[in-house]
């Protein structure tokens, strides 16, 4: 059998040639992929991460105390934390979850440890329009007003492309995209009136930058930094 310098051999099979380039491309391909996520990391991670720094060093301490902030997804992990720093800095909290025992025991904990501070738990669906209706109406009734909105509830989940199903893709869609648009519609226009609010919507590195498997993760959280 006589190898072709060339792609394929006379049965028509490929054939690689360890002294062809393109061979030699295909061996220093992986690496070399490897450095420039490193370089793209650098160029758009760390200049991010030097601003918000530079940010944070200027920018005047203002006291939280007698603020009233709501966090979506409070029950579990960085919303259970978030929950926790806003109530030491003397804040008033919502906590807001599907997970109602997971909310509650939030707000038994921040009752215990800050006694004083009001927290009360929420069921709320972020994906329902008519449920984040229903939650503004008990915050009404519970606070009057709401001064910070942390949307932070979301799915971390990570599926290869091709076995997805649907209802993976739709959940991911409405929760860590969509309900973002529902919510601040429900709660922005108040804050516009009272001229007094904050939204903090919670993205992800991998708004800038995606890894294997986390596609639609990528995509959605790409959408929440919109830049
Ligand atoms: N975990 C990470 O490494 C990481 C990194 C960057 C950004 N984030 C983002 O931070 C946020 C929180 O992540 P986490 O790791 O703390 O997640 P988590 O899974 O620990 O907590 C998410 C909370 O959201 C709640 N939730 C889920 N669906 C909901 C719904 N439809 N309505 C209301 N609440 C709902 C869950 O019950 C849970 O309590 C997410 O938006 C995530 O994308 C996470």
């Excluded at 918000?52 to 920018?59: D, M, Q």
């Excluded at 229903?134 to 909105?149: A, P, T």
């Amino acid at each position: 059998m006589s190898i072709h310098n060339g792609n394929t051999n006379e049965n028509g099979y490929l054939v690689i040639d360890p002294t062809n380039e393109r061979y030699r491309y295909q061996k220093i391909k992986e690496p070399l992929k490897f450095i420039l996520q490193c370089v793209y990391l650098s160029l758009v991670f760390f200049p991010l991460l030097f601003l918000s720094a530079i940010k944070t060093l200027i920018a005047r301490e203002r006291s939280l105390k007698g603020q009233t902030v709501l966090v979506t997804g409070g029950a579990h992990g960085l919303g259970k934390e978030l929950c926790f720093k806003f109530a030491s800095l003397g804040c008033s909290i919502a906590c807001v979850d599907i997970n109602d025992k997971g909310s509650r025991e939030t707000v038994i904990a921040i009752k215990e440890r800050y006694p004083g501070v009001e927290a009360h738990s929420y069921h709320c669906d972020v994906r329902s329009k008519h449920e984040i209706r229903i939650l503004h109406e008990h915050v009404k009734r519970d606070f009057q007003h709401l001064d910070i909105l942390v949307h932070n509830a979301g799915d971390v989940t990570s599926a290869y492309l091709i076995d997805f199903e649907d209802k993976f893709l739709d959940n991911m869609i409405d929760l860590n995209l969509k309900s973002h648009f529902l919510i601040y519609r429900e709660f922005l226009p108040e804050m516009i009136k009272r001229n007094k609010g904050h939204i903090v919507a919670i993205a992800s590195l991998a708004s800038v930058y995606s890894e294997m498997n986390f596609s639609i993760y990528t995509a959605t959280k790409h959408g929440v930094l919109g830049r």
